[in-house]
């Protein structure tokens, strides 16, 4: 009987309802999609990494792993050493060249890359013929609404062609030759990474292992490391702008449900007192109260969790190609714990004022 | 069952206290039906409150059921008023977003008494209060005379040993006045449902077995009607 009384206050109010569900909804959505956009990107990030097909990374001393910092020397010596270490199939190298925005354009060996994970799906135009060609995945291409043959001005001073529109999912989503990109940035013989494939994946740790021996303070990862630290969780920016995000959306519940159940207490103070004066204890009014801003905190959870899905349509006309979000349904109890603990702190207070509330006071209240 | 020695109430409000009883001394018996009546002011309400367990006394002996009401805490009296008491009020105070129906099974749900089912007699009573038919409407759209049955109904469903009505016809026509009245009386004929009703009007007092007068604080006067306690033909209100 109780969740009826709750279930019929809460529709007593319908807009008040609604518009508490909403606010709550707002920062369940928030949570929703900082985590889907950062598990996006980096999924998205770590699907490229696959899409290589290497077993194992070289890296430059002292590099970082999510960004392409730094490059090595020397690269063609580098790789043909590299090529020459027992087990090793294919060994090539790739400059990543940032272009502002979080973006980067990768210089690629195509006949290596090619003999490295089959190379690319073309959905339109073909491989590089000229210094100036770029290929660029569909997801690119879709947002800035490019086809093959149109000119591309990516802001860093050249004039780019692109030659083929392909299948995302592999190492990046702008693609040049390697050595006209090492010529045009002033990084002649430069690679930011060497890609390894071996003979039998078996040969892993043994290659890799050898590799490290040969370059001693390189950075050498498998491809199961490095997919490893392609994660939220190796970001403390991305980590902490989410906690940031969180915390603030158990301020805006906690106040939402606060000003709601406060205003309801007030508004309700005759129907407590008949409460009272019926032997409800402190105990049964309190709870009619924590169960009414429970309610809320579900509905707008539930209702957050649908409003993801229209600003993850929104969002995909709006965020740049590099951004990917996608649903996160293992968060959907976390944002419904976030809202409940929102909402049962912001209902504490005018519970118990209404479970203190003087039933003779309340019953003479018009 | 009610036994009342030398209560006071004092109020400690503002800088000036108000003796709201100044010693009242009252006895009702069990099944009777008991008219307080009085002007504003004199303490009637004081004492129906006490007796609800809705505030404690201040000092004096107060016993119903032989339960000392002044040496009750809060929680208590919370229980008193579940168990013992059930409250008829002027407004007739049913929760608005609740049906007739919900508004009786919520007294039941506070009582603990939601998982049985309601018992025989209760739904003759029903019956008797003609509200069987209004059972799933909600208070604005039920009439006063109706609003009032189904707080009586809501009154008694956990069979209190005490029934207070405070006013229960000061917002009512004179038809429905005599209708609620009349319920009244017979649920204390038919229940030997002790009831204490407090009153201005002295025709609906005259329903009751017995009349208290109260003035100042304090039982004024006690009078017995002529007729006895179950008689039917009593005088009809505004008539």
């Known amino acids: 009987m109780i969740y009826r009384l709750v279930w019929e206050n809460l529709k007593h109010r319908p807009v008040r309802t609604l518009l508490s569900a909403i606010f709550i909804g707002v920062q369940v959505t928030l949570i929703l999609t900082i985590v889907g956009l950062s598990d996006g990107t980096f999924g998205e990030m770590q699907e490229r990494s696959r899409g290589t097909g290497a077993d194992i990374v070289i890296r430059p001393p002292n590099s970082t792993v999510i960004q392409f910092t730094g490059n090595m020397m020397h690269g063609k010596e580098l790789v043909a050493k590299v090529r020459q270490q027992p087990h090793v199939k294919i060994a090539t190298g790739v400059l990543v060249q940032g272009i502002g925005n979080f973006q980067s354009i990768s210089g690629i060996d195509l006949a290596d890359f090619k003999a490295m994970n089959g190379g690319f799906t073309y959905i339109e135009g073909g491989p590089f013929q000229h210094p100036n060609d770029l290929m660029i995945d569909a997801n690119f291409a879709r947002f800035r609404k490019l086809h093959v043959g149109e000119p591309l001005d990516l802001g860093n001073g050249f004039n780019w062609n692109i030659c083929a529109v392909v299948e995302p999912g592999k190492l990046s989503q702008l693609f040049a030759q390697l050595q006209p990109l ?81 205003t309801a207490v007030l ?36 209702a ?63 | 069952m009610i036994e009342i020695h030398g209560l006071t109430k004092v109020y400690e409000t503002g800088e000036v206290p108000v003796h709201a009883l100044r010693g009242v001394d009252l006895r009702v018996a069990k099944g009777e039906f008991v008219a307080v009546v009085g002007p504003s002011g004199s303490g009637k309400s004081t004492l129906f409150h006490i ?138 004929a038919r229940l030997n449902q002790t009831i204490l009703m407090i009153t201005h009007n002295p025709e609906a007092a005259a329903y009751a077995h017995r009349t208290v007068r109260m003035r100042d604080g304090r039982i004024v006067d006690e009078s017995l009607p002529g007729a006895s306690p179950h008689d039917t033909n009593r005088p009809k209100i505004g008539g």
Request: aromatic fraction near 6%; avoid cysteine; proline fraction near 5%.
């Open chain 2, 51 to 188: 007796l609800g367990g809705l505030t404690p006394p201040t000092s004096g002996g107060v016993f119903i059921n032989g339960r000392d009401l002044l040496r009750m805490s809060d929680l208590e009296r919370t229980e008193l008023r579940k168990t013992h008491v059930g409250f008829v009020f002027q407004k007739y105070n049913l929760l608005p977003t609740l049906t007739a129906e919900e508004n009786i099974e919520i007294a039941r749900d506070i009582a603990g008494r939601s998982s049985q089912p309601l018992d025989k007699d209760f739904q003759e009573i029903l019956q008797h209060l003609h509200i069987t038919g209004r059972m799933h409407h909600k208070p604005r759209a039920l009439s006063g005379g109706e609003q009032q049955r189904v707080a009586i109904a809501r009154a008694i469903v956990n069979r209190p040993a005490l029934l207070l009505a405070d006013e229960p016809t000061g917002n009512l026509d004179t038809e429905n006045s005599e209708a609620v009245l009349t319920i009244l009386r017979d649920l204390n």
């Open chain 1, 267 to 302: 508004e309700r103070t005759r129907e407590i007192g008949i409460l009272k004066a019926l032997g409800a204890s402190p105990g049964y009014v309190l709870g009619v109260l924590l169960r009414e801003a429970v309610l809320l905190a579900v509905i707008g959870t539930v």
């Open chain 1, 304 to 366: 957050g969790i649908a409003m993801t899905y229209g600003s993850k349509w929104l969002l995909h006309f709006v965020l740049p190609p590099m951004l990917t979000e996608i649903a996160v349904p293992r968060w959907w109890p976390i944002a419904l714990a976030i809202s409940l603990v929102g909402g049962v702190l912001g209902a504490i207070y005018p519970g118990v004022k209404a479970a203190r509330q003087d039933a003779i006071e309340a019953l003479s209240y018009d």
């Open chain 1, 182 to 262: 090492q010529e045009m940035y002033s990084a002649t013989n430069q690679v930011s990474a060497v890609y390894v494939q071996v003979d039998d994946p078996a040969n892993i740790p043994a290659v890799k292992d050898q590799l490290q021996k040969l370059l001693d303070d390189y950075v050498i990862l498998t491809m199961q490391q490095l997919l490893d630290m392609i994660s939220v969780d190796n970001v403390p920016l991305v980590k902490g702008f989410t906690n940031v995000v969180i915390g603030i959306s158990l301020v805006v519940g906690f106040l939402v449900v606060l000003l709601t159940m406060y």
